[in-house]
């Protein structure tokens, strides 16, 4: 299958299945096996040194793991890709296998809470320099890169602000000073934004989120050149945070309603912060896809689709608002997740930074009154409509 001549839908539902099937079958089927045998010995250490395809052990490749990497990888139109158990599984394997001591990292200071916890505690322990700049202050990231920088590290739209940075002038900005552009794309997906068409050099997800789209399975996958990949790819088989088999199969899964999904999410978000914005207990609501957020023109020009997460603060600024009205939702998960078919909803405290302290969301811009919103695929009526009634009794 061309990975150029077919669009995303089609891709989502075929790409990289074929060579995993089976006897015929439709399906990629979990394959649970920790060996793969070999009656050949030369053979098996061609696949071994992987001079030849094939999988030896479960911990380094697996047929159903390959399947659904393949697929993010036509999606996203790389080269190479490689995966992990979790999404902080992918994004620590990157950064410590292209990052060594005495280099300097420079991103931003609204990345995921558990990415900027690597940034402030565990990077420095290995003597790598990171410098986390204002968000939406192209200026200061561009001379911060120029100051060095060996890794460039980007998340947009950010997680829970959805800030924008503009891709495509940073990572001209980075490949300036030879470093490595990484964009964390998890909020957009490869349906609305395409980091590497943009000029980064990785683009990772979250497949937890929305690749896989129903809250049932782990998973973290990069794409990007083989080179870089393949050094990705061997720390992470080493470090031996391995992509499930039976996870991998419920991603591929997921992954088949990935355009239908995302185009309702896209939608849903957009009529939910429309309301919301305009609403008497609302303050102030964070969506890109509106021409109030700060990032809207920059959005327009690199994405297909504004996404569906948002995020909203009452007029009410107190946490203690936050915990009376998150309850009242009748359609909405009150989890630590996002990007599912429910709408799943919650406080930065106890979802995307619920690692760092008050003072230290407070420091990254986050309020402790700030409430996030991740649209699934109801009807978007009914999501309104749940919304009014929870607002009620603030306005």
């Not at 995966?83 to 990345?111: C, E, H, N, W, Y």
């Not at 495509?168 to 900005?173: C, D, F, G, H, T």
């Not at 399975?217 to 990705?232: F, H, R, T």
């Not at 995020?311 to 998150?326: I, P, T, Y």
């Amino acid at each position: 299958m061309s990975d150029q001549k077919i669009s995303k839908g089609t891709q989502c539902i075929w790409a990289g299945e074929s060579s995993s099937l089976m006897q015929g079958a439709t399906q990629v089927p979990v394959v649970h096996s920790v060996g793969f045998g070999y009656k050949d010995v030369d053979e098996w250490q061609q696949v071994a040194l992987g001079k030849k395809p094939g999988h030896i052990y479960g911990r380094n490749t697996n047929p159903t793991v390959h399947a659904f990497e393949q697929k993010v990888r036509q999606l996203e139109n790389a080269e190479g890709v490689t995966s992990a158990s979790t999404g902080m599984g992918i994004i620590s394997s990157t950064l410590f296998a292209l990052l060594s001591p005495g280099q300097r990292v420079v991103s931003v200071k609204d990345t995921y809470g558990g990415t900027n916890v690597l940034f402030a505690e565990f990077l420095p322990k290995f003597n790598i320099d990171v410098m986390l700049c204002e968000t939406g202050d192209h200026e200061q990231i561009e001379a911060e890169i120029a100051r060095g920088c060996d890794l460039l590290y980007l998340e947009s739209p950010t997680n829970p602000t959805t800030k924008v940075v503009d891709i495509e002038r940073l990572s001209k900005a980075g490949k300036h000073v030879d470093a490595i552009v990484v964009v964390d794309n998890t909020f957009a997906t490869p349906i609305n934004q395409h980091p590497l068409e943009l000029g980064a050099d990785l683009v990772l997800h979250s497949a937890t989120k929305f690749l896989g789209g129903h809250a049932d399975a782990l998973g973290g996958v990069i794409c990007g050149p083989q080179n870089l990949i393949d050094k990705i790819y061997h720390y992470r088989e080493i470090n031996g945070a391995t992509l499930h088999p039976m996870a991998a199969y419920l991603l591929l899964r997921g992954m088949k309603t990935l355009e239908l999904r995302i185009q309702q999410q896209n939608r849903n978000a957009m009529q939910v912060a429309q309301y919301l914005e305009n609403h008497a207990a609302v303050e102030q609501v964070f969506y890109p896809g509106l021409p109030s957020h700060d990032g809207h023109q920059i959005a327009k020009q690199q994405m297909e689709g504004f996404g569906g997460m948002l995020s909203f603060m009452l007029k009410e600024n107190s946490f203690d608002a936050v915990r009376r009205f998150v309850p009242r939702l009748q359609y909405a998960h009150a989890a630590a997740n996002l990007g599912a078919v429910e709408t799943t909803i919650g406080p930065p405290a106890t979802t995307s930074h619920v690692e760092c302290t008050a003072e230290e969301r407070a420091a990254l811009g986050i309020p402790e009154s700030l409430i996030r919103y991740s649209a699934g695929i109801e009807n978007v009526d009914d999501l309104i409509n749940d919304l009014r009634q929870a607002l009620q009794p603030f306005a």
